[in-house]
């Protein structure tokens, strides 16, 4: 399996995601806070922009409504440790079903009557709002007033409950997100990744060589709604609070999908880096102006708005493609 999983990388690809991993893990032992808060988001962004990855940039199914499932795996937990205080855990076992039932709700829709392209775009977004529209009016979640998490002082960390310290939560978000990484791999180097690089180049021509493409979208479709929902109750125990008009919005969807489309949909890194360039460098930016005193709104928008329109002028493919090819950092080929 581990020999399967690293055929064909170069050596100097292992050795630089070694040093990556040991500088990752030593990273909340010089960090400050405000570091330490910027990585957590980093981290956040590049597991969903692992997860979102799965669906476009692996089978090639452009969703712009990715923000359903952090909503709903957010809001599930959430409202299951307020009202019944059942721990998180316990809460994403709920919380990713029904993620998952909502993606193949989506999924059985457009894939059996044949809607792709922008069309499944506009129907993740349609869904994504009547969701908004919906948590808007549930008493149970407090609707639009917001659900507040009840927050106590913790000295230490209870990892069980997601009560703790930020350091907890930027190991979580950080081993969450090798692990998606290493699972993605997996899944490329198996069958069903084969089908979907398949099905992303050519839908019509993998169907005449056989493969069900009905099936192995919807397979695309629910993992990636799973594992984004496991990002949405992160997101809710860290914040503590949830309102319908943050988290089920477009803009939130579109944060997801920014890193991964920087980074290389398609890649494995990409989202990673992806990542690490917006969020870190809108940090940097919102950093400079407050120390200048200017206070520009939108400010965050315009510079991803900027980015990515580099990107798509520069470098189509994204970032890390263009960069590995330099660093000489491909895979080989027997």
């Excluded at 949909?265 to 919102?286: H, K």
């Excluded at 407050?290 to 493919?317: H, N």
């Amino acid at each position: 399996m581990i020999g399967r999983l690293l055929d064909g990388v170069p050596a100097r690809a292992l050795i630089l995601l070694g040093v990556l991993l040991v500088l990752a893990i030593a990273a909340p032992l010089f960090a400050s806070d405000y570091l330490l808060t910027v990585l957590i988001l980093i981290f956040y962004f590049a597991y969903v922009g692992q997860a979102w990855n799965i669906m476009m940039g692996f089978a090639g199914q452009l969703s712009l409504g990715h923000a359903l499932y952090v909503g709903l795996g957010a809001y599930t937990a959430a409202a299951l440790f307020v009202h019944f205080g059942i721990g998180p855990w316990i809460g994403l076992l709920v919380g990713v079903p029904i993620a998952v039932v909502a993606g193949a709700f989506i999924g059985f829709l457009a894939f059996r009557f044949r809607v792709g392209g922008v069309y499944f775009a506009i129907l993740t977004i349609a869904v994504a709002e009547f969701a908004r529209v919906g948590f808007d009016h549930l008493g149970w979640t407090a609707g639009s007033s917001g659900l507040f998490l009840p927050v106590k002082q913790y000295s230490g960390n209870d990892l069980w409950m997601l009560r703790g310290l930020p350091v907890m939560f930027y190991y979580l978000l950080l081993a969450a997100t090798v692990a998606a990484f290493i699972a993605c791999r997996m899944l490329l180097k198996s069958r069903i990744g084969y089908f979907w690089l398949a099905i992303r180049e050519d839908e019509q021509a993998a169907r005449a060589a056989g493969i069900d493409t009905f099936r192995y979208k919807m397979i695309a479709v629910v993992i990636s709604a799973g594992m984004t929902a496991f990002a949405g109750v992160v997101y809710a125990f860290y914040y503590n609070n949830l309102f319908p008009e943050q988290v089920f919005h477009i803009s939130r969807s579109i944060e997801i999908i920014l890193a991964p489309i920087v980074g290389g949909v398609g890649t494995l890194f990409g989202p990673v880096l992806g990542a690490f360039i917006l969020t870190g460098l809108a940090e940097l930016l919102t950093g400079a102006l407050a120390v200048i005193g200017v206070d520009i709104p939108g400010a965050k928008q315009v510079f991803y708005g900027i980015c990515l329109l580099f990107v798509i002028v520069a470098l189509p493919d994204g970032v890390w493609p263009w960069l590995a090819r330099r660093l000489k950092l491909t895979e080989r080929r027997e």
